[in-house]
């Protein structure tokens, strides 16, 4: 008697169990609702917050331009902040250096600005070390520019702003050569750069004049380190004559006082060189 | 009834789903929106300012309002020596400023910032429109428009300068060459009120401490007048050059009773000492010279 009754039970529930754990069975299913319930309230919550953010930013606008404010002190010192960062960031985009206090005030990282033509280029950092006195610590200013010099010329002890001021305009006119480079490289590809140094002070170019292709070798040395404009220009020839003729001599000139892709843009013009 | 809680789970699991990807969309489009509102007014509210934003808001649950203030002063304080430090380094003082946001894109947008500022003594008014295009994860930032208004009596002085910053867009040369040239008059200034304490009865400064001109004078001889002439140039590319020079204004029985030569030569005679012993070493021996006996050495 019992034996019929459990088997017929016992064969019922396995049937079930057979066919529950091949539907993929609602234990599996109730954890994955639990899974999607937790992430759709979390969503809920992100999206609920963005639009509190953005209707509280319509609600300041309304306020800052209302004729009748209300009063408390919540709103004026909201709006000094903001005028604060600004501020802040008028310095960040014209003032040639980002200043950040580091070490409880002993130290400054300088952040130096270069920029060439209004294209904004790479930053360069330095860090001051201002106690016990002014000194250069950790930066990543390439090694050819010559870091130590500048600041002894430039009496780091006590002026700070002249150095700074000396190793922003090294840094630009640094940046500003390669960026010369960079753009007779890419708009002139008629003109072949022979040689050039890291520091892009000393620079060699090799024309090709029409109507016979006469190639013309020019060097271009930046002295002043300072100066994205060359000091000296200088031109070979195997016709040594070729040189000395007065319209070379003009693109010399031209060559010293304009930057360098843009005189090459005037030369090829004037059909001096392809 | 488990078949039944199988469907209706799977029913949910879907149902949750699709609920899910409208969240994310919304999300994502609230984000674009907020993004843009960042852009335009080119603040970011993080921090005490987003508590303080959202107080505004009337979402006052779990924000109180003391707290608030008290962070926000405290991030105001920081703000206040961050822009000390930065007026400090760059030797600009930022008057009032105003962005307007131009052009606005997923990829790029373009500012238009109007700044009235003061750099070495001299009030400015820089207008300069500035893109910013995303490239890759940073950002590339152009100035594409400048120009520069120079409110100051060196006007004339900067003014070939000023137009050719104004094509190159040459902005930090701006400042630097500002600087520069607050520098190099600070100099003058310095060492001419110098050779005025030291040399109180022969050398005098008529159009004060800053002016370009120091005024020499024996007592004995009242017609006979020096001047050092001290000026700072600036080129169009912005070097600053100090030039200086020595005049004399004589009488004319003077210039008939003295040859030519001394007297004429002075001013020649003057820049060789300045290549030999720099300006103040220069202007000391003319200022010892006349302090000297009459019957000394002429210049």
């Known amino acids: ?27 599996p299913q109730r954890s994955r609702v639990r899974e ?52 802040l960031h008028v310095h960040h985009l014209i ?55 500048l600041a002894e010329q430039s009496h780091l002890q006590t002026d700070a702003g002249a150095f700074l001021s000396m190793l922003s305009q090294h840094l630009n006119a640094f940046v500003g050569r390669r960026r010369q480079l960079q753009l007779v490289q890419e708009q002139h590809r008629s003109v ?3 040689e050039s140094n890291l520091l892009c002070s000393v620079l060699v170019l090799l024309f090709t004049a029409p109507p016979e292709k006469t190639a ?59 | 009834m488990q078949e039944k809680t199988g469907e209706e789970n799977g029913d949910e699991v879907k149902m949750l789903e699709g609920h899910i990807e409208d969240l994310r969309a919304e999300i994502a489009s609230l984000q674009r929106q907020k993004e843009e509102l960042n852009r335009d007014s080119m603040l970011h509210f993080e921090g005490a300012m ?22 926000l002063k405290e991030e105001v304080e920081e703000l206040e020596k961050d822009l000390h430090l930065q007026t400090e380094m760059n030797g600009i003082s930022v008057d009032d400023c105003k962005i307007k946001t131009l052009f606005s894109s997923g990829r790029e947008w373009t500012h238009q910032v109007c700044v009235s500022l003061q750099c070495s003594q001299m009030v400015l008014q820089v207008d300069f429109q500035i893109t910013e295009t995303k490239v890759g994860r940073g950002s590339e930032k152009k100035i594409v428009g400048l120009n520069v208004v120079l409110d100051s009596d060196e006007l004339q002085n900067f003014s070939g300068f000023l137009s050719r910053v104004e094509e190159s867009l040459d902005l930090p040369l701006l ?7 607050s520098d190099r008059c600070d100099e003058r200034s310095r060492t001419f009120q110098h050779f005025q304490e030291t040399f109180p009865s022969v050398a005098s400064l008529p159009g004060g401490c800053r002016s370009e001109v120091m005024v020499l004078r024996r007592p004995e001889l009242p017609g006979c007048v020096l001047f ?46 300045l290549r030999m012993l720099g300006a103040e070493g220069a202007v000391e021996s003319v200022l010892r010279a006349l302090v000297s006996p009459v019957g000394g050495r002429s210049i």
Not at chain 1, 6 to 22: D, F, I, P, Y
Not at chain 1, 71 to 84: Q, W
Not at chain 2, 175 to 181: D, K, P, V
Request: net charge neutral; glycine share 8%.
């Open chain 1, 1 to 27: 008697m019992e034996n019929t009754s459990t088997n017929g039970v016992l064969t019922h529930l396995s049937l079930l169990e057979v066919r529950a754990l091949s539907r993929g069975g609602p234990e």
């Open chain 1, 36 to 87: 999607l319930r937790g992430e759709a309230e979390e969503l809920r919550g992100v999206r609920d917050q963005l639009e509190a953010e953005i209707r509280a930013r319509k609600r300041l606008q309304e306020l800052r331009s209302s004729a009748d404010p209300p009063a408390g002190e919540l709103l004026p010192l909201m709006r000094r902040h903001s005028d604060l960062k600004q501020r």
């Open chain 1, 95 to 149: 003032g040639g250096f980002d200043a950040v206090r580091t070490r409880q005030g002993r130290a400054v990282c300088v952040f130096v600005q270069t920029a060439y033509e209004g294209v904004f280029l790479e930053t360069f950092n330095m860090e001051l070390e201002l106690k016990p006195r002014v000194q250069i610590g950790r930066h990543n200013i390439p090694p050819f520019i010559p870091l130590q010099s």
């Open chain 1, 192 to 194: 072949e750069v022979m």
């Open chain 1, 216 to 274: 013309l070798l020019c060097t271009l040395k930046y002295a002043d380190l300072g100066s994205c404009l060359p000091g000296q220009v200088h031109l070979d020839c195997e016709d040594s004559r070729l040189p000395e003729s007065p319209e070379w001599r003009s693109c010399c000139d031209t060559l010293r006082k304009t930057p360098l892709h843009r005189a090459l843009a005037g030369m090829k013009k004037s059909r001096m060189i392809l």
């Open chain 2, 50 to 71: 987003l508590d303080a934003l959202l107080i505004v808001g009337g979402q006052t649950q779990n924000r109180d309002e003391e707290t608030v203030m008290f962070k």
């Open chain 2, 175 to 181: 400042f630097r060459t500002l600087r520069n040239f």
């Open chain 2, 228 to 273: 050092i002439h001290w000026a700072v140039e600036i080129s169009t590319e912005g070097t600053v050059v100090p030039k200086i020079n020595l005049l004399t204004k004589l009488p004319e029985q003077a210039l008939e009773r003295f040859p030519s030569q001394p007297v004429g030569g002075a001013a020649e005679a003057f820049q060789s000492l």
